[in-house]
């Protein structure tokens, strides 16, 4: 099926109607105003589910203008269901250019993974988030996690983190790592491997989390400090894979393994298919208008 | 002998719904006091020591604390940021049931562990072998560090939430029925092992309890409530032997002899 | 010498509330005095209020009248209707006292028991036990038993525990209630000595002796409960 990249005329412009979008706007600059803390926000009835990206949609919808070229990935892949249709329902309600190279978009939509790619000043990624409390998990009260923000008491995750080191030897948290932004609240960086945390510390380019059924947006601006937790005697570290991609070779990208076959043989691959296709040397410019 | 008392009750009165739960409670605490509150089911006990804890806001009267950094502070002015900073810092809280007290989906380590975390602390080597000398403090096997207080017995979970409220160092330490619900010999293994902690640590205390005998064990000072007042105060030999109220005089006469 | 310890009206009535507060009248405008060597008994038969007098000098029963003072760092002490704290400081440095029953204490070993009041004043707790088992060794008390909790003692064993506790800090003021109550003649005997060379070396003691023979050896003078007393009748340095 065709993409058309001529705005719908049956809709506002991004969809949503433009007092939703100045709304969330407002609440996108509280959020960069205060890095790391969840402004609640109105969020609205979108066209697909909850767990799908309603947040960072409705995030996107605010900021998105016709001069912007949109990327939108699903765990680093830009062909997955998802993000194949998330991006084509922006070209229909935006009428934006879309493109699968994270070197040409102006603004990146994430599924749990943040592009190998190192980002630029003036880009900005948007992240989809289901559960933005990173204290949830250890208290299910969101009055209590609310004043535990506002007084930085902390204890809480500390001892989590204590907690998966008796009993795994080490901190087993691999995904949805905790970090500390700006060296003031304590934020979930969304699903992402902790891979990729790194790359958020001190990124040049703004990164907008949504959660949609949370009604939860917070922002981390360009430059800021971003450290995830740990103990000084164990620190924080990556994964690491003894293989390098099958397809390009890298040896520094987050690799997903696959099974081929029945008798359960293995193969390493770039998550982010970008990544892979631009070292392989054959990119295929996906660049409409 | 200090100049300043560590705590000090003005008038301390709260209703409920109409109906006095305490009345005009006033007293000083000195450095390395235990006061013990006592009284039946209904005297107010529980409702004054909240109100001295700041867990609860006194309808009329204060609660003054001579704290470490910042001088005489009045309990229920403060912030909550504050007030619940010092609860976990200069103060500790034995609840009557030690789940209360404690997070029981973590390990006993952990729950020793976490008022050092929450200050700062940021060695898991460090912190664990403070929680190891602590759980070694309260008898409790070394093996257990790990496990969670749900596979702990009744009379290990109150020593578990005894240690985590020391591993502070408070200075003040309020203590609800401490050995309430725990067999008699469970009880007196936490008496004998709070009298130890309370004088080698030199802790002032407040404890409530209906046990008379758990007073005489462990607390210098007595406060007999009935009816939301003080009926009797003084010093616990003193108010055990010499009995003058005739409520006091009853609750010392009922103790069933072994 | 000066009196360290000085009792001067001293009133006290019980009231017994359940029996339709019955007033029982103990001690009627009691004075006495002790100074520094000296040891007085007190004499009386039982009921006349020989325990109640002793136990109010130590702020244990409260009198309806009266006053106590204590010679207590470098300073008199009021001790009818002191602060807590001030009676508790008391009862740490100055005056000690032994009472007939031992409050047995669950799992604390005998030598700690004794240990305890001289560790609370600062002593080092391997020199207070050194003190503790040299005195529970004088007392017979046998070594086997110095770690074990005084809860299976016998009665005299108890008592003996209860005395060496009171004889370790060196208090200026002793009170003993029938100290040799429960005791054999040997560890009698013991006791005996160990009180005498404590009035000899300084202390003030007030006792009550049911034995005469042991009233013989350690009183200096006596004060008979039944008697009224004012201040001017209180013997000086007689000895009956």
Redesign the interface.
């Known amino acids: 099926m065709p993409d058309t990249s001529v705005q719908e005329a049956a809709y506002n412009y991004a969809y949503l109607d433009e007092q939703t979008k100045r709304m969330i706007r407002r609440a996108i600059l509280k959020a960069v105003a205060v890095p790391g803390y969840q402004v609640p926000f109105g969020g609205r009835e979108m066209p697909l589910p909850y767990g799908w990206g309603t947040g960072g949609i409705q995030v996107t919808a605010a900021i998105i203008g016709r001069d912007d070229t949109l990327k939108v990935i699903d765990q680093g892949a830009d062909d997955t269901t998802n993000a194949v249709s998330i991006r084509r329902f922006f070209a229909r309600v935006a009428g934006v250019a879309t493109t699968t190279r994270t070197e040409d978009a102006t603004i990146i939509q994430t599924r749990h993974r943040v592009p190998e790619t190192p980002l630029k000043e003036g880009q900005i990624l948007v992240f989809q988030v289901p559960i933005p409390e990173p204290l949830r998990m250890l208290e299910p009260r969101e009055t209590e996690t609310r004043t535990l923000h506002a007084l930085s008491e902390y204890g809480v995750m500390q001892v989590s983190l204590y907690e998966s080191i008796a009993r795994h030897g080490r901190i087993s948290k691999s995904y949805n790592y905790p970090v500390m932004v700006n060296g003031r609240y304590i934020m979930s960086p969304s699903p992402i491997p902790k891979f990729d945390n790194p790359k958020l510390d001190r990124s040049p380019a703004l990164q907008l989390y949504g959660a949609g059924r949370e009604k939860r947006i917070y922002a981390v601006p360009p430059h800021t400090p971003v450290k995830s937790l740990d103990f000084d005697d164990h620190p924080f570290e990556i994964e690491t894979w003894t293989e390098c991609c099958a397809f390009c070779g890298s040896r520094e990208s987050f690799l997903d393994e696959m099974i081929v076959d029945d008798a359960g043989k293995r193969m390493f691959v770039c998550s982010d298919t970008d990544w892979c296709q631009e070292r392989q040397g054959h990119h295929q410019e996906q660049k409409r208008k | 002998m200090t100049d300043a008392p560590l705590l000090q009750a003005r008038d301390v009165t709260k209703h409920f719904a109409g109906r006095v739960a305490c009345r005009e409670v006033t007293f000083e605490l000195w450095p390395g006091e235990v006061l013990g509150i006592v009284g039946e089911s209904g005297s107010g006990k529980t409702t004054l020591l909240n109100c001295l804890a700041g867990r609860m806001t006194p309808d009329a009267g204060s609660v003054a604390y001579a704290s470490a950094s910042s001088g005489v502070v009045d309990i229920h002015g403060l912030s909550e940021a504050r007030r619940r900073l010092l609860t976990r810092t200069e103060w500790g809280f034995v609840n009557q049931d030690a789940r209360e007290g404690l997070r029981m989906g973590v390990s006993a380590g952990a729950n020793i562990g976490e008022r050092l975390m929450a200050i700062g602390a940021r060695h898991y080597g460090d912190i664990r072998g403070v929680a190891a000398d602590w759980l070694d403090r309260v008898e409790i096997e070394p093996d257990r560090l790990d496990d969670r207080p749900t596979t702990f017995s009744g009379g290990m979970r109150q020593r578990l939430q005894i240690a985590r409220n020391l591993v502070s160092n408070p200075r003040l330490v309020f203590m609800d029925e401490p050995t309430g619900g725990l067999d008699v010999s469970v009880q007196a293994r936490i008496l004998d092992l709070l009298r130890g902690l309370v004088t080698n640590l030199n802790l002032s205390a407040v404890l409530v309890t209906h046990d008379l005998g758990v007073a005489r064990l462990l607390t210098h000072r007595l406060m007999v409530m009935q009816g939301g007042r003080v009926v009797e105060d003084g010093l616990t030999d003193q108010v055990l032997d010499d009995p003058r109220h005739a409520y006091t005089q009853m609750l010392v006469s009922s103790i069933l002899p072994v | 010498m000066l009196p360290v310890l000085r009792a001067t009206g001293l009133t006290k009535s019980?009231?017994?509330?359940?029996q339709g507060d019955l007033a029982l009248p103990v001690l009627r405008d009691v004075a006495l005095a002790v100074s520094p060597g000296e040891c007085l008994a007190l004499v009386g038969p039982s009921g006349t209020g020989k325990s109640t007098l002793l136990?109010s000098l130590y702020?244990?029963?409260?009198p309806d009248a009266g006053s106590i003072r204590v010679r207590h760092r470098d300073d008199w002490v009021e001790l009818v209707g002191a602060e807590?704290?001030v009676?508790?400081?008391v009862r740490r440095r100055t005056v000690g006292f032994v009472s007939q029953f031992l409050?047995v204490?669950?799992?604390?070993a005998a030598v700690d028991v004794v240990a305890?009041p001289t560790i609370?004043l600062g002593t080092s707790e391997t020199e207070a036990r050194r003190r503790a088992e040299f005195l529970l060794g004088v007392l017979g008390i046998p070594s086997r038993l110095w770690s074990l909790p005084p809860a299976t003692f016998s009665g005299g064993e108890q008592q003996r525990v209860n005395i060496a506790r009171s004889l370790i800090a060196d208090y200026p003021i002793l009170l003993l209630d029938e100290p040799t109550a429960s005791l054999d003649d040997d560890n009698r005997n013991g006791v005996v000595d160990l009180i005498r060379q404590r009035r000899e070396a300084g202390a003030a003691i007030v006792g009550i002796f049911h034995d005469a023979g042991v009233r013989e050896v350690l009183a200096t003078r006596i004060h008979d409960v039944t008697l009224p007393q004012t201040p001017a009748q209180i013997p000086v340095g007689a000895h009956p």
């Open positions: 019980f009231v017994v509330h359940a136990r702020g244990n029963y409260r807590p704290r009676t508790l400081d409050r204490i669950p799992r604390v305890e609370r």
